[in-house]
Nanobody, 118 residues
């Protein structure tokens, strides 16, 4: 069984920074693409950023230049560094990972709340 555990969500003032972490554990053979989605109240879940096993990244236009995704393959962990936070970044952030156990599957974290407010 595979688990993704997130941490780092908090209340922060506009212009502030947060770092989210998401660690995968369990019967993992390989982890491929990892990423983050977010869902604001009353809105659909949206893709924020992805990172491949080799380190190639993609970002939503709304976070380019402010957010940075990274991963530590030795620790099966993905990070999201969020700078210059805006109130519109307020959402529940979910990590995901494409993981090969004895089959390929997409696994999700439980979600962590990020609130940007003064």
């Amino acid at each position: 069984q595979v688990q993704l555990v997130e941490s780092g969500g908090d209340l922060v003032q506009p212009g502030g920074s947060l770092r989210l972490s998401c660690a995968a554990s369990g019967s993992i053979l390989s982890i491929y693409t990892m990423g983050w989605y977010r869902q604001a109240p009353g809105k659909q879940r949206e893709l924020v950023t992805t990172i491949t096993r080799g380190g190639s990244t993609n970002y939503a236009d709304s976070v380019k230049g402010r957010f940075t995704i990274s991963r530590d393959n030795a620790k099966n962990t993905v990070y999201l560094q969020m700078n210059s936070l805006k109130p519109e970044d307020t959402a529940v952030y979910y990590c995901y990972a494409e993981i090969y156990t004895n089959y390929m599957g997409r696994y999700w974290g439980q979600g962590t709340q990020v609130t940007v407010s003064s």
